[in-house]
């Protein structure tokens, strides 16, 4: 059968993403809500740079076809506590929902109590909320688990993603301070306006599978500087100032370190992901030109909103989806 989709959020991300899913089979996109003025009556297709859907925006999400296993596709937010309402609302019109935002990812890594309250409604009308993405909900994350499977113990995970953000969109450049003074940045970076959002939830739910409980975790974020006056996608940035973020993460277990993360985003930086798992045996990953982040959000999603359709009621992770069998961590 034909799988419903409904489209919430259509900023950069949310507009390629359904453009994905307009080519997918198996999928029809019948409904696109934002509540940008702007896109207001629009055409989804012509929105997205597409040809047309016959699907236009509107402000609310309607509800999902009597008797469908219907998904929206949401990308509004990144933290959940502000997303919640929309959740809520989603669930309870029948909607399974799968959401880009990044402290969906693992909720219980930070509002366990929101965490909590989103699967007893989702259980009770029968659908099912994933957050996923490229990072979190793949490469820091889902693909460390499924690696860990050829472990038969596993005693400590290091992650190195690193992005040129010249290779992304000018949003997410400016995410990463690029154009900033590193005073500017390191203000922005204390109220939570630059940054990744998702290495707590990525190593919370490594841990979580790999039985390590977490006592004590620790984030950095610090401006990567221009070394001298570098041409950047938002324009030349002089010596000394920002171009890029370096955030780190590290999560002790009975003492020891069990998980190191280090993201660098910044413009020029050679694109990379890798990761090693340390055990028996060692695993050691690389993918030598990284993984865009925008295509393979892109791609996440549109890949599982078959799965998220025909999963269990509740709130789940990446790591019910992968159906994960993980190595059994020290002590566990």
């Given amino acids: 059968m034909t799988i419903p989709v409904a489209c919430q959020g259509l900023g950069p991300i949310g507009l390629q993403i359904a453009r994905r899913l307009a080519q997918r089979p198996g999928v029809a996109v019948v409904a696109a809500i934002d509540l940008d003025p702007a896109k207001m009556g629009k055409d989804l297709g012509t929105l997205a740079g597409a040809e047309q859907f016959g699907v236009p925006v509107t402000a609310e999400l309607p509800r999902c076809p009597e008797g469908r296993a219907g998904v929206l596709v949401h990308a509004t937010g990144s933290r959940l506590a502000a997303i919640m309402p929309q959740l809520v609302s989603a669930v309870e019109m029948g909607w399974n929902v799968l959401s880009t935002c990044e402290e969906l990812a693992y909720p219980r890594a930070g509002d366990g109590g929101l965490a909590a309250e989103l699967d007893a409604r989702a259980q009770t009308a029968g659908t099912s909320v994933l957050g996923a993405g490229i990072n979190p909900g793949f490469l820091l994350d889902a693909l460390v688990l499924v ?7 596993v005693s400590r995970v290091e992650v190195t993603r690193t992005v040129d953000t010249d290779e992304r969109r000018r949003q997410l450049q400016a995410k990463a301070g690029v154009g900033l003074s590193a005073g500017e940045f390191r203000g922005r970076a204390a109220a939570g306006l630059v940054g990744h959002v998702g290495l707590r939830e990525s190593a919370y739910l490594v841990c979580a599978c790999l039985g390590w409980p977490v006592d004590d975790y620790t984030e950095t974020i610090d401006p990567v500087l221009a070394p001298a006056a570098v041409s950047t996608g938002l324009g030349v ?3 000394g100032g920002v171009i890029g973020q370096l955030q780190t993460a590290t999560v002790r ?7 190191r993360y280090r993201l660098q985003m910044s413009a020029g930086a050679p694109s990379q992901d890798a990761i090693d798992i340390y ?8 993918i030598s030109s990284g993984v865009n982040g925008d295509i393979g959000t892109q791609a996440v999603i549109a890949n599982l909103v078959p799965v998220v359709a025909a999963a269990r009621p509740g709130l789940l992770t990446m790591a019910d ?6 190595a059994q961590g020290p002590g566990r």
């Avoid at 690696?147 to 113990?153: E, H, W």
């Avoid at 989806?321 to 993980?326: D, P, S």
């Fill in 147 to 153: 690696l860990t499977t050829v472990c038969a113990t």
């Fill in 237 to 239: 940035v002089p010596e």
């Fill in 253 to 259: 277990s009975r003492g020891e370190v069990v998980v």
């Fill in 279 to 286: 055990g028996e045996p060692d695993v050691h990953q690389r």
């Fill in 321 to 326: 989806v992968v159906g994960v069998h993980c």
